[in-house]
């Protein structure tokens, strides 16, 4: 194996965010609608489902680490989702109230949330270029 081939970027693995309370956590992101692939309470983790891939949104519980709003600028994951606009009255429906309304982007729509520890999670569709999407 070349240099090269030992540093080629494959694709994604997990993204790992921060949370105070793993039990807490689940259950925001359980209403936000995300599938929970296995939970370790004792390790103080939890994988969150994304589509079909393995890869996924771990949660790790970080001692000591308070509830706090998200910070700006600060990193945010966005998913796609088929409609935005739908996934943001979801939301609402759910007791999770997005950070602002849905946004128009390059491809479509956007919604974003944060969890109580100031994680951002975006949902955006690709309503104005589908066939870049996962389903065109």
């Known amino acids: 194996m070349s240099d090269d081939e030992s540093y080629e970027l494959l694709g994604f693995d997990n ?3 921060p949370v105070g309370d793993i039990g807490a956590a689940v259950g925001f992101y359980e209403r936000a609608g995300f599938a929970v692939g296995f939970r370790l309470d ?3 983790i939890a994988l969150l489902k994304v589509g079909g891939e393995t890869p996924g949104i771990l949660l790790r519980q970080e001692e000591g680490l308070g509830q706090r709003p998200p910070l700006w600028p600060s990193p ?3 998913l796609e989702v088929p ?3 739908f996934a943001a009255e979801r939301l ?3 007791g ?3 950070l602002e309304e849905p946004f128009a982007v390059a491809t479509g729509w956007t919604v974003e949330i944060a969890d ?3 994680n951002v999670i975006g949902f955006t569709d690709y309503g104005k270029r589908p066939e870049l999407g996962r389903r065109s």
């Open 42 to 44: 004792e390790a103080g």
């Open 116 to 118: 109580p520890w100031g």
């Open 76 to 78: 945010r994951v966005w």
């Open 15 to 17: 993204v790992l965010l």
């Open 96 to 98: 999770i109230t997005p």
């Open 92 to 94: 609402s429906a759910a």
């Open 83 to 85: 409609d935005a606009r």
